[in-house]
């Protein structure tokens, strides 16, 4: 493979040299960016002839090959290590005033951050937000670690060894164009039944998992189409999206991708039940009296639906968010529902008032046909994505 290392500066910088000298090793062909700051704490020699190549650090030079694009273009993998607080923020904002930042921005590599800085720096709000931006664009982390910083302080913030960001690296780059050449329709979101054109009856599905699930499927190469009920997030950059309001409208935009895709994701959050009528102007608190009654007809089960008429070989996934914290009910709710669904693989979480909506991680067990736990995952909603996409592709 074609590795870029971006070194920035800070003292982890030494351990650098470590993370390149192990992909050389390796059999990989690695081109070193150093930013000015990185080459205060190690000199570029040291990094030439570790790489075996000549280190670049200057946006200005081999102006006429315009290496600040060719480096990102020819790349596979992108490793920034260590990435400073600084270099994050930049990132984050999109900012390319150096031949790191405009080598990232030119790429559509993986690109792994192995961050290191003092911990107060870790858990700054601003730190924290850049790191959320990041990941749910899809950049991977590795680490920062918990153990001795620079000075007599000791906490997070302590690069990984360089042996775990190369076996991490490695692995991402490994398994990322594994969906390549596949179609994959996921739906995210929560669907909103009108009433009447100023109100509506929802959930509360922010779309997150369903757009983490669409950030990995694209990162891992799949011709991604997201259908989105009601998205609380932007949509991943480089996936086909259908906006959606209600059940009948995804169920329309479902039924015309499905036939043609290798996997279908139902992520989304959708009513059982929509208004029998949809009033044609708001409805007047003084038409109904004190009490107001709604009548409710059953929405078409998209899900079922589609595991009647697949074509074959399509995959399909659904979800199954449960208030039942007990987990021996859970998995009997969920092996109960994969059955009246009939799809290969039920993904199943415990929602509450405080657990599972709009928050940024998630935990699952994901089911098969037969009811069988293959698999579980716990963290970002971008690495319980990932996860899945392990377990199902
Ligand atoms: O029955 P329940 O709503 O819990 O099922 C959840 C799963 O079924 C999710 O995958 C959801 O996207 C899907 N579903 C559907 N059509 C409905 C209701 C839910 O496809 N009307």
Do not use: C
């Not at 020699?45 to 480096?71: C, K, Q, W």
């Not at 991977?140 to 906490?155: A, C, I, N, R, Y």
């Amino acid at each position: 493979m074609n590795i870029v290392v971006g070194v920035t500066g800070g003292i982890a910088a030494y351990k650098a040299v470590g993370v390149v000298r192990s992909l050389v090793l390796a059999g990989h062909s690695v081109r070193v960016i150093a930013t000015d700051a990185a080459l205060r704490f190690v000199g570029k020699p040291t990094f030439e002839a570790i790489s075996r190549n000549p280190v670049n650090t200057d946006l200005y030079e081999g102006v006429s090959e315009v290496r600040h694009v060719a480096m990102g273009q020819e790349a596979d993998l992108i490793v920034v290590a260590p990435a400073t607080a600084s270099f994050m923020a930049k990132l984050a904002a999109g900012i390319a005033d150096d031949l790191l930042g405009n080598t990232i921005l030119a790429s559509t590599a993986p690109i792994v951050l192995a961050p290191a800085m003092h911990t107060e720096m870790w858990r700054n709000p601003a730190t924290v937000a850049n790191v959320a931006l990041l990941r749910s664009r899809g950049i991977h982390l590795v680490g920062p670690e918990s153990g001795q910083l620079t000075g007599k302080d000791s906490g997070i913030g302590r690069m990984s060894e360089p042996d775990a960001i190369v076996d991490a690296a490695l692995a991402i780059a490994g398994r990322t164009r594994d969906l390549a050449g596949r179609r994959v329709l996921i739906t995210a979101g929560g669907t909103r039944e009108p009433l009447d054109p100023v109100r509506f009856i929802g959930n509360r599905s922010s779309g997150r998992q369903g757009v983490a699930l669409a950030a990995a499927a694209a990162a891992r190469g799949a011709d991604v189409t997201l259908v989105g009920a009601n998205l609380e997030v932007d949509a991943p950059a480089g996936v086909t999206v259908v906006h959606v309001g209600s059940a009948l409208e995804l169920s329309d935009a479902v039924h015309s991708s499905a036939p043609s895709a290798h996997l279908v994701i139902m992520a989304a959050a959708v009513a059982d039940f929509r208004p029998e009528t949809v009033v044609e102007s708001k409805i007047k608190k003084d038409s109904t009296g004190d009490r107001m009654t709604l009548s409710l007809v059953k929405n078409p089960d998209i899900l079922h639906d589609l595991a009647l008429t697949r074509p074959d070989g399509q995959v399909i996934v659904g979800f199954a968010a449960e208030t039942e914290s007990d987990r021996d009910a859970l998995l009997e709710l969920g092996r109960t529902k994969i059955a009246r669904k009939g799809s290969d693989y039920l993904v199943l979480n415990t929602v509450g008032w405080t657990v599972g909506f709009a928050t940024e991680g998630n935990a699952v067990v994901v089911l098969n046909s037969a009811g069988d736990i293959v698999g579980e995952a716990s963290g970002s909603k971008l690495s319980v994505a990932d996860r899945i996409l392990d377990l199902v592709s």
